[in-house]
Antibody, heavy 114, light 112 residues
Framework: QITLKESGPPLVKPTQTLTLTCSFSGFSLTTSEASVGWIRQSPRKALEWIGIIYGDDDKVYNPSLESRLTITKDTSKTQVVLTMTNMAPADTGTYYC??????WGQGAVVVVSS | DVVLTQTPVSLSVTPGQPASISCKSSQSLLHGDGKTYLYWYLQRAGQSPQLLIYEVSTRLAGVPDRFSGSGSGTDFTLKISRVEAEDVGIYFC?????????FGGGTKVDIK
């Protein structure tokens, strides 16, 4: 059974860096076919794709966010880490990590406010 | 970016009646490999999006057969043959043929 769970700070100040961890089980992120993706959802429910990391360590980012993003993996710990710099109130929302595109975690709510 | 426009924005359906959601793309979602990369998700209240259908019309294992997807090129439709109470939520289409992946704005379905 595949499971994913996001964790991280619920509150971030403007200009700070957000670090979210996706802890997963039930699959291995060691082959090029395997992947963990990130999406986010605004308070108004709009969905935005953030990026994806593959088991061969290839990464693809949303160009609109790429300059602020880093996605890394730690296969020994079955974790993926999302780092987003220079956070702003517009980045407030729920962040989800997923097994490819077919199963998403429960989400982590992040509020950006001073 | 590929823009996906979903209609209607909201839909109120009597249980047992059909429902249909449209997703129109600003560009063809037909990939050079011959596949069309259009997905449908359902997000129930308080939950993460759940994949229902991929590549236009293939239901994920366990998805009831009252859900069906159709379409080609730029025009796609999700149909629910007989709406049940558990089908309430927001439906999203998504494309993966071109980066960045993009989602439709969502269609909220509730029960009359």
């Amino acid at each position: 059974q595949i499971t994913l769970k996001e964790s991280g700070p619920p509150l971030v100040k403007p200009t700070q860096t957000l670090t979210l961890t996706c802890s997963f089980s039930g699959f291995s992120l060691t082959t090029s076919e395997a992947s963990v993706g990130w999406i986010r959802q605004s308070p108004r429910k709009a969905l935005e794709w953030i990026g994806i990391i593959y088991g061969d360590d290839d990464k693809v980012y949303n160009p609109s966010l790429e300059s602020r993003l880093t996605i890394t993996k730690d296969t020994s710990k079955t974790q993926v880490v999302l780092t987003m710099t220079n956070m702003a109130p517009a980045d407030t929302g729920t962040y989800y990590c997923g097994h490819g595109l077919d199963l998403w975690g429960q989400g982590a709510v992040v509020v950006v406010s001073s | 970016d590929v823009v996906l426009t979903q209609t209607p924005v909201s839909l109120s359906v009597t249980p047992g009646q059909p429902a249909s959601i449209s997703c129109k793309s600003s560009q063809s979602l037909l990939h050079g490999d011959g596949k069309t990369y259009l997905y449908w998700y359902l997000q129930r209240a308080g939950q993460s999006p759940q994949l229902l259908i991929y590549e236009v019309s293939t239901r994920l294992a366990g998805v009831p057969d009252r859900f069906s997807g159709s379409g080609s090129g730029t025009d796609f439709t999700l149909k629910i043959s007989r709406v049940e109470a558990e089908d309430v939520g927001i439906y999203f289409c998504m494309q993966t043929v071109q980066l960045p992946l993009t989602f439709g704005g969502g269609t909220k379905v509730d029960i009359k």
